[in-house]
């Protein structure tokens, strides 16, 4: 596959390597690891100790008649199940109905339930609401003021209609995505040819919790905007992702636009990115960092005719890098989501590879857009996914359509993959030039050069071999050039003379693998020893540290070492939350 990079990568280090020397006395080793959570960041400077592998399918599941129907949304359910909502010809009432299907873990049916009327409706999006409902966005032509409205239907947790509510003025209005609020209400994005002041405009609508209008705004200029993804952000405001004809960069042709409001749905900024041909954005999401990561595709990079663009930015739509992946043919991305080891999970569709007209592509990420692996699903004909969430073990559930399986010419296709295989971490190993004594103290300097998020939550965990592991809690504002010092006495008690050995990693408490940092410019660590009457520090200055590209020595006697002593990586488990650490 051809993967293309319209922003230079961040640096990748080297495997470090440690020597030991060898002196008269007993030598014990301390070591000592730094743990930090992902949940608030993504450090840049680490690579993911994941394999390259893609996993393995679990199971797939079809769903439909003899006509069309089409999945759009996919989630995870709080009983390990899942919830699939899009559109139906074979079943309900009118020319297509909203189609929501629930499922256990294993893909088997619960129930499913049909919404409409006479007419034609599509259900674009679905979430499971506090109360263990569901709640429903698309369009309706069966009712409303026009055309098309917004079309918005709460259920139960047994899939019966609670209430619905529509939205929309004479002409065309369709809501793309929903999501409920954290005052228990809801917020749909879509498009507007009824309000606003071009062809067409975003609209992004909010209600209350039984789905009463609150406000509504429209985003737009003279010509043709839609809205295809919203998220409430953590600042309580949205964020909206569309494509823009009225703001494009290009002659004629659309761009990824990007519109932040604050909470009553007032703009506080917007952005684009494009070429000078066409790009579409599908899917956007608030990154752990308080950014935002795009995916969509693009004609204006990348190798084929569409590639799958993934756009990261900060948290002012600032852009931080940029990817396409795509073959000579037609690709395109249409959702997007933050795994839990900070990277990102794309599922789409792709002419350029697999066995079909055009197949499902599933493409991750390390958390700077780098690609780790790719996966194609589909038979002889064509298939798509649109939608992908990693699920609470780990792996990855994927709904779209399928006409290479099923009954009809089109059936809704639910594929469930494994959680990546566990590989063991290589954790590199840095040492100082100190030999400790009893009643001496190791110190060491970590600086966070290039902060991003509001706080980095951090264990520095250290042992010795014939020790229990001791864990210290640390915070790490993000201030630029933070520096905390972690202090580790050495006992008077410890009966022998030992070398320091330190090495980083970062530990997503939900992944089943660690993340390895290396030193970089972005982190460093420097040591320094207090003996009983003074405090000497490492020779070696901050820029010398730079482990990514010089190999620290000791003496001319080195040593690779890989991976954490079980025992050892078990007791870290239990000190930091029970965490299941590959070894």
């Excluded at 040591?527 to 490492?538: D, F, G, H, I, N």
Aim: glycine share 12%.
């Amino acid at each position: 596959m051809n993967v293309n990079e319209n922003r230079k990568r961040g640096k990748k280090g080297k495997n470090q390597k440690m020597g030991r020397r060898e002196g008269k006395k007993e030598r014990l080793f301390l070591s000592a690891v730094v743990f930090a959570t992902l949940g608030l960041v993504t450090v840049v400077g680490c690579a993911s100790a994941s394999g390259a592998t893609p996993p393995a399918e679990e199971w797939r599941e079809t769903f439909g008649g003899a006509g069309i129907d089409w999945a759009y949304s996919v989630q995870q359910t709080t009983d390990g199940g899942f919830i699939v909502a899009g559109f139906t010809d074979s079943y309900g009432a009118g020319d297509s109905d909203f189609w929501l299907v629930k499922t256990d873990a294993n893909g088997t049916a619960d129930w499913d339930k049909t919404f409409g009327g006479t007419s034609r409706e599509v259900a674009n999006s679905v979430q499971q609401t506090t109360d263990g409902g569901y709640i429903l966005a698309g369009l309706t032509t069966s009712y409303g003021a026009g055309d098309s409205d917004f079309w918005l239907v709460k259920t139960d947790a047994n899939g019966t209609a609670d209430w619905d509510k529509t939205f929309g003025g004479a002409r065309s209005d369709w809501a793309e995505s929903v999501q409920q609020t954290a005052d228990g209400g809801y917020i749909l994005a879509g498009l507007t040819t009824s309000y606003g002041a071009g062809d067409s405009d975003f609209w992004l609508v909010k209600t209350d919790a039984n789905g009463t209008a609150e406000w509504d705004k429209t985003f737009g200029g003279a010509k043709s905007d839609g809205a295809t993804s919203v998220q409430q952000t953590a600042d309580g405001g949205y964020i909206l992702a569309g494509y823009t004809y009225s703001y494009s960069s290009g002659v004629g042709d659309k761009d990824f636009w990007l519109v932040k409001t604050d909470a009553d749905g007032n703009k506080e900024w917007d952005r684009n990115f494009g070429g000078s041909y066409d790009d579409w954005v599908s899917s956007v999401q608030q990154t752990t960092d308080g950014g935002f990561i795009l995916a969509g595709y693009t004609r204006s990079y990348g190798a084929g005719s569409y590639d799958f663009w993934l756009v990261k930015t900060d948290f002012e739509g600032n852009l931080q890098w940029d990817k396409t992946f795509g073959g000579v043919g037609w690709d395109g991305a249409y959702s997007v989501q933050q795994t839990a080891d900070g990277g990102f999970i794309l599922a789409g569709r792709t002419y350029s590879y697999g066995a079909g007209s055009y197949d499902a592509w599933l493409v991750k990420t390390d958390f700077e857009g780098n690609l780790q692996w790719d996966k194609t699903f589909g038979g002889t004909s064509k298939d798509e996914a649109h939608s992908v969430q990693q699920t609470a073990d780990g792996g990855y559930i994927l709904a779209g359509y399928t006409i290479s399986y099923g009954a009809g010419s089109y059936d809704f296709w639910l594929m469930k993959l494994e959680r990546e295989e566990l590989t063991e971490p290589i954790i590199t190993i840095y040492t100082d030039k100190y030999e400790y004594s009893p009643g001496d103290t190791l110190n060491t300097t970590i600086v966070f050069k290039n902060p991003t998020a509001s706080s980095v939550d951090t264990y520095f965990v250290w042992y010795l071999d014939w020790m229990q592991i001791s864990v210290t809690p640390l915070t790490l504002p993000p201030n630029f050039d933070q520096a905390y010092e972690v202090s580790i006495p050495v006992g008077d008690w410890v009966p022998f003379e030992f070398d320091a050995v330190w090495y980083v990693a970062l530990l997503e408490p939900t992944a089943p693998y660690a993340t390895i940092c290396e030193d970089t410019a972005d982190w460093k660590f420097v040591p320094t020893r207090t003996t009983a009457s003074t405090q000497e520090q490492a020779q070696e200055q901050a820029q010398e540290q730079e482990l990514t590209k010089t190999e620290r020595k000791r003496e001319g006697e080195r040593e690779k070492k890989e991976g954490i002593p079980k025992e050892v990586a078990e007791e870290i488990a239990k000190k930091v939350g029970g965490v299941e650490f590959a070894t």
